[in-house]
């Protein structure tokens, strides 16, 4: 059974950093094309930053600059490093892993993600 589970949520002030992680179990985790999403309180959930299976990288305009997406297959854990955080930035932080085999790649379609987790709360404070 495919789990992912983030961790590194918390509180912080504006400026400040948080480190988020999510632990993936799976036989294969470097099959699999990997993103981070976030939601907002009365948002749609949207996409923060998502990896291709050959390394590619992508950020939503959004965060770009601030926050930095990668991986360790050996420990099979999604990182994603958050540098100056801003009111804005609160929400719920959720991994996903899609289907690594397909040709395409859609890294911010909610559709195209097979597994999710549930997602650990970032709270900017001013």
């Known amino acids: 059974q495919v789990q992912l589970v983030e961790s590194g949520g918390g509180s912080v002030q504006a400026g400040g950093s948080l480190r988020l992680s999510c632990a993936f179990s799976i036989y294969t985790f470097s099959t699999f094309h990997m993103a981070w999403f976030r939601q907002a309180p009365g948002d749609e959930r949207e996409g923060v930053a998502a990896?291709?299976?050959?390394?590619?990288?992508v950020y939503a305009d959004s965060v770009r600059g601030r926050f930095t997406a990668s991986q360790d297959n050996a420990k099979n854990t999604l990182y994603l490093q958050m540098n100056s955080l801003k009111l804005e930035d609160t929400a719920i932080y959720t991994c996903a892993a899609g289907p690594g085999a397909v040709s395409d790649w859609w890294p911010f379609l909610e559709s195209f993600y097979d597994y999710w987790g549930r997602g650990t709360q970032v709270t900017v404070s001013s």
């Open positions: 990896i291709h299976r050959n390394g590619t990288i």
